[in-house]
């Protein structure tokens, strides 16, 4: 299965909201999940099946979808989001497939 | 506090080998299946492998297949990626990542990332 994530970058403000997009290539039901990586460190698991927050992370990240098309929505952003984001699939495996990734600045 | 470190990364000519180490703590390791996960420069992530909680059951990325061996030791806390015929493209960061237990059961996610050991197949 394959996860295309758009936009490849996102250049947004402080206070303001992202959302970021990732489409499979056939239906995987709700089982996606989104991390987060910054420059030099270990990717974050943020959010699981679709709209389940990780466990400490904050409110202002929210997962939806279902199907073939998810959304990762980030409110109230903080410079400290600056990041890759990537979605991944656990649906149909092996193997696990991950997104191409979205920059968000 | 649950932490991974991985370990014996380097620069290895193509066709060379490499063993990497994962040394987990602060949880329970045999109760967890785990996996590694790679990030060559400029790309995404790409999931390599990953092996049951008893070591019994063990699946791979057709990148690697038939050339990377995923193991671990339970009485040492310690999984292992045995990377033999390296490539170019096997150039990477390489991840111990360990599974996320939702209701009891794997979920094939990660939820806790070790910081990554290099890998560097050049001539």
């Known amino acids: 299965i394959v996860l295309t994530q758009s936009p490849a970058t996102l250049s947004l403000s402080p206070g303001e909201s992202a959302t970021l997009s990732c489409r499979a290539s056939r239906s995987i039901s709700t089982y996606l999940a989104w991390y987060q990586q910054k420059p030099g460190q270990a990717p974050r698991l943020l959010i699981y099946?679709?709209?389940n927050r990780a466990s400490g992370i904050p409110a202002r990240f929210s997962g939806s979808g279902s199907g073939t098309d998810f959304t990762l929505t980030i409110s109230s952003l903080e410079p400290e989001d600056s990041a890759f984001y990537y979605c991944?699939?656990?649906?149909?495996?092996?193997?696990?497939?991950f997104g191409q990734g979205s920059r968000l600045e | 506090q649950v932490s991974l470190v991985e370990s014996g990364g380097g620069v290895v000519q193509p066709g060379g080998s490499l063993r990497l180490s994962c040394a987990a703590s602060?949880?329970?390791?045999?109760?967890?299946?785990m996996h590694w996960v790679r990030r060559a420069p400029g790309k995404g992530l790409e999931w390599v492998a990953l092996?049951?909680?008893?070591?019994?059951?063990?699946h791979y990325a057709e990148s690697v297949q038939g050339r990377f061996t995923i193991s671990r030791d339970n009485s040492k806390h310690t999984m292992y990626l045995q990377m033999n015929s390296l490539r170019g493209e096997d150039t990477a960061m390489y991840y111990c990542?360990?599974?996320?237990?939702?209701?009891?059961?794997?979920?094939?996610?990660?939820?806790?990332w070790g910081q990554g050991t290099p890998v560097t197949v050049s001539s």
């Open positions: 991944q699939q656990r649906y149909n495996w092996p193997p696990i497939t």
């Open positions: 099946d679709s709209s």
């Open positions: 092996i049951w909680f008893d070591g019994n059951t063990r």
């Open positions: 602060g949880f329970t390791f045999s109760d967890y299946v």
């Open positions: 990542a360990r599974d996320h237990e939702i209701a009891g059961r794997m979920s094939l996610t990660f939820d806790f």
